[in-house]
């Protein structure tokens, strides 16, 4: 069983940065792909970036490509997301989730574990 608890969410303006983290609990954390995603106001949650377990390949949603950077830290069990030039339309809850990774690019069906979310709102 694996805990994902996030931290960093806030309000910033737009063209503005924050960083989420993303603790996690259990010893194999180092086997499992871990990734981010979000869900505004009336809309389905959807896919923003991920990255493998040893940390050495990450792949992104277009929307946040070139903006966005996530990585890991595997001796703090933790993963991160920095996000620079945020817009009002990344306005969100953020989730992390983790899973096995038997598929990479890994499908949202097969994250098996998620964070509660944290809210980030960025102001026009």
């Known amino acids: 069983q694996v805990q994902l608890v996030e931290s960093g969410g806030g309000m910033v303006q737009a063209g503005g940065s924050l960083g989420l983290s993303c603790a996690a609990s259990?010893?194999?954390?180092?086997?499992?792909?871990m990734g981010w995603f979000r869900q505004a106001p009336g809309k389905e949650r959807e896919f923003v970036a991920a990255?493998?377990?040893?940390?050495?390949?990450?792949y992104y949603a277009d929307s946040v490509k070139g903006r966005f950077t996530i990585s890991r830290d595997n001796a703090k069990n933790t993963v991160y997301l920095q996000m620079n030039s945020l817009k009002p339309e990344d306005t969100a809850v953020y989730y992390c989730?983790?899973?096995?990774?038997?598929?990479?690019?890994?499908?949202?069906?097969?994250?098996?574990?998620w964070g509660q979310g944290t809210q980030v709102t960025v102001s026009s």
């Open positions: 989730a983790g899973s096995r990774g038997v598929q990479w690019p890994t499908p949202e069906r097969l994250y098996e574990y």
């Open positions: 259990g010893r194999t954390f180092t086997s499992y792909v």
């Open positions: 990255i493998s377990g040893g940390g050495a390949f990450t």
